[in-house]
């Protein structure tokens, strides 16, 4: 992959990792590294940087594409020691536009000139949004299992709640919404921001529950999607 010496040369590469891994699927809200998207990613001894990346299928939607191309950008871009950046999706419809856009640092719409009309800042609140939510489920559902009362779980705060990873992802993705985030942040909350009440807590936690299927589906889906594909590619050039 590169000339470095073994040691230096894991320092760096792990540090482009490292920032690959804080790029989400918007739609799946989990790391394009855990999702197997990252099909390279060299480093030279001067700090350039390539990383190539694929998707389930040729016609995923450009919009999520092109937030996760540009996203992984801005990520390896910003590692220290990186001199040079460049980010490219393969076997996409709509590659070249993503690819040029990104690379200069076109925006969606300048990427997609006559075609689209707005930035994509709302499409991932949205995502970040049901991301949100279906983290309440993850951290609040082995309460409701265990039987904790409804009065009980609208009045616990994130601050009451045991370490784990899930507490810290629901406290990332509030952050980024800019939701109460704190330690006496209630743990369940409504989109808005407002605190649900005992009478809501029921329904709530089934909403949460939908869209945490739903995310959770659809990530088995594209990953199912991913393995077929490349490994028919693979078959092929055998």
Partial sequence: MTDLPAPEKSRQWQAVWNALETVLDPELDEPITDLDFVESCTVS?????????????????PNFSFLMVADAYDAVSAVPGVRNATVTLADHHASDEINGGVAAHAGFVGSFAGEATAELDELRRTFLTKAAMAGQDRVARPLADAGVFPEELAELTLGEMPPSEELTRLRERRQWLGLPCDDDAPLLLHVDGSRVTTEQVPLHLRRARLQRVGIETNGEYCKSLLQTRYSAAAAGRS
Wanted: proline residues 12%; contains cysteine.
């Fill in 45 to 61: 001894p001067d700090g350039d940087v390539a990383v190539g990346l694929r998707l389930p299928t040729f016609f995923c939607a």
